[in-house]
């Protein structure tokens, strides 16, 4: 279900353990780790500004959001504690980002190892 009426009930930031968790109206529960929602930001930063512009984030393994705010009754932005700040994260985008976090983060973590990064933190 990624309908245009996805409404999160609740948000809530575990600062301690670094994870986003959003209960959504359709009773699906995500926790989303902060270094997740960083390396997946919907910003032009991360984006770029159009298909093959994208920038693969590297060394926001021990990254956390030190503000969560709203955006009119559809979004929220995300502050980061690296000071990063310019994603609107919409309530369909993190469903999506919550229905395909297994995917993601293991195509996230193939591409850095092809890079030849070495991520510091491979519990996510």
């Not at 109206?25 to 960083?38: A, N, Q």
């Not at 310019?86 to 293991?106: A, C, K, M, P, S």
């Not at 850095?112 to 933190?121: A, D, P, R, W």
Request: hydrophobic content about 30%; aromatic content about 12%.
């Amino acid at each position: 279900m990624t309908g245009s009426n996805l409404y999160p009930l609740t948000i809530s930031l575990h600062k301690q353990s670094k994870v986003l968790e959003i209960v959504y109206d359709d009773g699906k529960i995500f926790e989303l780790p902060c270094e997740y929602l960083r390396v997946f930001s919907p910003s032009a930063e991360v984006k770029g500004h159009g298909p093959g512009q994208e920038v693969l984030q590297t060394g926001k393994e021990n990254i956390n959001i030190s503000e969560v705010q709203p955006v009119g009754n559809y979004a929220v932005r995300l502050v980061f504690d690296d000071g990063h700040g310019t994603g609107l994260y919409t309530w369909n985008y993190l469903y999506e980002l919550g229905e395909n976090q297994e995917n993601n983060w293991r195509e996230y973590l193939r591409k850095l190892s092809k890079l030849g990064y070495v991520h510091q933190k491979d519990d996510q």
